[in-house]
């Protein structure tokens, strides 16, 4: 069994012979061109004959389209097309959004360009093609729709009262999802427990500000019927398969290019309306078009997430032991399911996951998902994690406030011990392992605790009031066919990678996940070093277009280290076998008395230099003819790797956060952050904790500062980076980063995945952080973000 | 729409004289018309830092400044000013550190840097944060940027040269 008890020592073992870059902070070296100005986004991609679109996108947040009038914006300058939703439904088919395994699931149709009705503020309704992006835009002004308001359904709230408008009349209400749990006898627990503590907890929609805005170039060669889409994403052959199939064109008519990435944090993982319709704009007039985003556009357009509000209460008993959870979580996702992962999956996942690091056995859930006139919502780092771990922890510290315990020995107790897995959590998501226990251990000694706690005591007596707060979390990673493919999406849970020796030596591995600034192609040539058995300097990572790497899912649900690595470290594997072979055959000797060091052969007993790379390439590819009849050199091999052996591979960890909150203005302070993550093998400790901390500071993003703020009308009132508050550097603390490392016996290398359990910790530990400070006045909050303005109203001062 | 200034300027060393329209930005017409890849554009209202370029001697916001101001200006981008090496400690840093994620950022950011560096050559922790603070990063938390840049201040104190990068052996 996989317990951490059988594994002492295991995380030491190498996975490779001459094990010289996986587990160390190599520097990635193919991100120093992103030093130097030197890197290629979309944006600068210049194509011959490129039309640059614009999109108009409806003015308010729910109206019936009427007559459209485009005759004055078509003899603008340089205007080439002005073209509307039914011309672009002609080409391109509509899409619902739902999966099967989520039962009940139902969306409306929606198409590239919005037919008849506009169901949120910044849906793409005419677009318009101009030679220059400024004469696009000066052309958008003369476009002329016709348009009535309708009434539109802003608040979650009141969207499935009956007196509330249908959005989509034909899907009888405005209900997208609904599901509940029920695990064990969760009343009569709550009627006999010692206590009971309870809260609301509420979470402002926010969105992910992905530095680069989404942009695309699709290019149409009508001669060779050949589609080239240059894009801004994560999933490149999600893309070339959703292409093919909304256009009725075939995997080998498209072409999915992604080069330099400019941030993405899900917000590129998804199709949008206006990818479908620039594309067949492309088609439509033959030549390439460009659509980068403005930013007004991104705050509308791209994908929000985190709209809930969930009633939560825990029970325990009087010796400190958590007895059950019961949530009620209430989310909006905007007017459509988002294609086509779904915009159920934030709200399942928050009902899998709470309460999930915890050993209690009673558990009740309610979810319901609501449409709304609001932009639509989707996977956004963390995916419901962030949401799950606040109200878990939050109620937690509420639990031990209760009982007067300290909040980190409540945990210590009431963790799944390290020594139980694998196991089954209450909601029946599987564990494989887990160090929850060790992880704990870590912080404490990492913060202090005892000197810390003693601090805020020595303060708190001068009217300084800080504190101290902590999030024990688990985050899913490396999913399993289990996650998108039962639910028929066509979203690929394997990734191949195909590795090549060529002949000067150099190893080439192309593969279906790419880099967005994570590091990726830097932890493959880790990989890929050490399986093949060279220098890191003579390794080429190759990603980013689905006409030459192997078929494969791309970035999500951190999967690049943990699926994409494996699948790099099989066919680096197989590629020094077929060296070996290679070897043996040119030497007439077998191929087992051979090694492979630091890109030469050698004779295993003797340690002597046989043959280099070098060599070795010269003679598969030039000299065939002196090897032997039949022999086959096979220098380029693909393996393809699928986590099947649990749904997901779960991680864990825990946050610590630690604040001062001024009563008399309400501000909070953030004085330091510690994380202990347990991702597995740590393949690249410079490049996890760097993940980590990004994805921390996007979190405390959440908590404090982001949210999507709309007026009653369904219009969004801070569209702009100055209006929208995203964390900048003076205002974040120093993140210190330590490592459990519990590989995954599901695959050779060990690696679970690591970029979203930051994000997934900090909104709930740096609320118990800003609670515990609010302590001594008797008051809390829990509506993140969590403002100025939240926790004087919670004081009783405004 | 089509009444167009002519300008003259140098760019990265080079004698630039081009035709521009009054209402054009000076990020946009290094990327359009001079097709720079350097300085980007991420908010377009000066809010963000990836357009950042020096203008005579002083970083600005590419995207709040018309390129006809720029006209007899020496303009500077991350791409001339690495071949001068003027950057190079910082480049290194940052590659040592990984104060880079996805790179959007990163033109802006080491131009704001070398000016602190410059200007404020004794600066703590939370000084470097807060003159970063107006150039806005989506992946990397600051931290590593924050330890990269101190490092080069601490390495110019000392008189050192930050070492290059290299893959280890």
């Known amino acids: 069994m996989n317990k951490p008890a059988d594994l002492k020592g295991l995380i030491l073992d190498p996975v490779t012979n001459d094990q010289r870059y996986i587990g160390n902070s190599e520097p990635r070296h193919r991100a120093r061109r992103l030093l130097e ?55 391109c088919k509509p899409w619902v959004a739902t999966l099967e395994h989520l039962v009940g699931m139902k969306s409306a149709p929606q198409y ?82 010692d206590i009971v503590a309870e809260a609301t907890f509420g979470f402002g929609r926010h969105t992910g500000v992905t530095l680069e805005p989404r942009c695309q170039i699709a290019d149409y060669n009508p ?41 993405s944090f899900g917000i590129k993982v998804h199709a949008y309306p206006d990818d479908f319709a620039t594309v067949g704009l492309a088609m439509m007039l033959g030549r390439p078009v460009k659509f980068v985003a403005d930013r007004l556009e991104s705050f ?49 996942q928050v009902v899998n996951l709470v309460g999930g690091p915890y050993k209690h056995q009673h558990y009740r859930a309610k979810l319901n998902v609501v449409f709304q006139n609001k932009t639509p919502t989707c996977q956004y780092r963390g995916v419901g994690h962030p949401i799950a771990c606040a109200v878990t922890e939050g109620l937690v510290d509420l639990a031990a406030q209760k009982l007067k315990m300290d909040p980190l020995e409540f945990r210590k107790r009431n963790v799944i011990p390290d020594d139980a897995y694998p196991c089954s959590g209450i909601s029946g998501i599987k564990l494989e392992v887990l160090s929850h226990e060790q992880c704990l251990r870590t912080i404490e000694k990492m ?222 302070k953030l004085l330091k952050h510690w994380a202990v993550e347990d991702c597995g093998r740590v393949l690249n400790p410079m490049l996890v904790d760097e993940q980590v901390r990004g994805a921390i500071v996007q979190g405390i993003g959440g908590v404090l500062f982001e949210e999507c703020l709309y007026d009653e009308s369904g219009l969004l009132r801070n569209g702009s980076m100055a209006d929208y508050l995203v964390p900048m550097a003076n205002e974040m603390p120093d993140i210190e980063v330590a490592h459990v490392q519990t590989p995954t016996q599901s695959s050779k290398l060990g690696a679970k995945g690591a970029g979203e359990a930051g994000t997934a910790g900090a909104p709930g530990a740096v609320q118990n952080a800003i609670n515990d400070a609010l302590a001594p006045f008797n008051v809390a909050v829990f509506d993140q973000p969590i403002t100025c303005e939240k926790i004087l109203k919670a004081l009783g001062k405004i | ?84 090496g003027a950057l190079a400690d910082l480049q290194e840093s940052f590659m040592r550190h990984n104060a880079m994620q996805c790179g959007f950022c990163s033109s802006g950011m080491l131009l704001a840097a070398a000016e602190l560096i410059e200007k404020q050559p004794t600066s703590t922790r939370e000084e470097v944060r807060e003159w970063i603070s107006g150039n806005y990063c989506r992946c990397t938390g600051y931290h590593s940027i924050v330890s990269a840049i101190m490092d080069v201040l601490e390495a110019r104190l000392k008189g050192e040269k930050i070492k290059p990068v290299v893959a280890h052996a």
């Open chain 1, 112 to 193: 590239a360009l919005a037919i008849d009705r506009a169901c949120w503020q910044g849906e793409p309704v005419v677009a318009v093609v101009a030679e220059t992006r400024a004469q696009a835009e000066d052309a958008l002004q003369h476009i002329e729709v016709e348009w009535e308001e309708l009434p539109a359904v802003v608040s979650m709230e009141t969207a499935l009262d009956a007196d509330t408008p249908l959005i989509h009349p034909e899907l009888g209400d405005n209900l997208c999802f609904t599901r509940t749990l029920d695990v064990g006898s969760v009343d009569e627990v709550f009627a006999s427990a």
């Open chain 1, 223 to 263: 001669g060779d019927r050949r589609l080239v889409v240059y894009h801004s994403q994560q999933a490149p052959h999600m893309m070339q398969d959703l292409y093919c199939r909304q256009f009725g064109l075939s995997e080998s008519d498209v072409q999915v290019i992604c080069k330099d990435v400019g941030g």
């Open chain 1, 37 to 91: 100005g030197q890197g290629t986004y979309v944006d600068d991609i210049q194509l011959p004959r490129m039309g640059h679109v614009v999109y108009w996108r409806s003015p308010v947040a729910h109206m019936k389209i009427g007559k459209i009038h485009t005759e004055h914006a078509l003899g603008m300058p340089g205007v080439l097309a002005v073209v509307d939703g039914v011309q672009m439904a002609t080409i």
């Open chain 1, 447 to 668: 913060i202090d605790y005892p000197a810390l706690r003693k601090e805020q005591t020595e303060l708190r007596k001068k009217g300084i009031y800080r504190g101290i707060g902590f999030a024990t979390l688990i985050e899913l990673t490396n999913p399993s066919p289990a996650f998108y493919g039962v639910g028929g999406a066509r979203i690929a849970s394997q990734d191949g990678a195909t590795a090549r020796l060529d002949p000067s030596g150099v190893v080439s591995v192309l593969i279906g996940v790419g880099e967005q600034g994570q590091g990726t192609e830097g932890i493959y040539a880790q990989i890929a070093a050490d399986a093949v058995g060279i220098s890191i300097k003579d390794v080429r990572i190759i990603t980013g277009d689905t006409d030459v790497t192997p078929y494969g899912g791309g970035t999500w649900a951190s999967r690049g280290a943990g699926v994409g690595g494996e699948a790099v470290l099989l066919a680096c594997q197989a590629l020094q076998q077929n060296i070996l072979k290679l070897a043996g055959a040119i030497l007439n000797k077998p191929p087992e008395s051979l090694s492979v060091y630091r890109g030469n052969v050698l004779d295993k007993a003797s340690g002597e230099t046989l043959l280099p790379f070098g060599e070795i390439g010269r003679i598969g590819y030039f000299r065939t003819d002196t090897l032997p009849i039949g022999f086959s050199a096979d220098l380029m091999v693909t393996r393809h790797y699928t986590q099947k052996e649990y749904p997901f591979i779960f991680t864990n960890g825990v946050q610590a956060s630690y604040v001062e909150v001024d009563p008399d203005t309400g501000f909070v």
């Open chain 1, 300 to 348: 509308t357009s791209d994908i929000h997430a985190r709209e809930h509000r969930i009633k939560g209460r825990i029970a325990a008993n009087k010796d400190g032991d958590i007895l059950a959870f019961e949530i009620d979580d209430l989310t909006a996702i905007g007017p459509y399911s988002m294609f086509p992962r779904t915009s159920a999956i934030e709200g399942n």
């Open chain 2, 1 to 84: 729409m089509t009444i167009k200034k002519k300008i003259t300027l140098t760019v990265n060393g080079a004698s630039i004289t081009a035709e521009v329209e009054p209402r054009q930005h000076l990020v946009d017409f290094l990327r359009e018309d001079l097709f720079l890849k350097g300085p980007h554009l991420g908010c377009e209202h000066g809010a963000c830092g990836a357009c950042t370029v020096k203008v005579d001697g002083q970083i600005i916001r590419g995207c709040l400044f018309l390129a006809v101001q720029a006209d007899g200006s020496v303009v500077e981008t991350i791409e001339g000013l690495t071949k001068s």
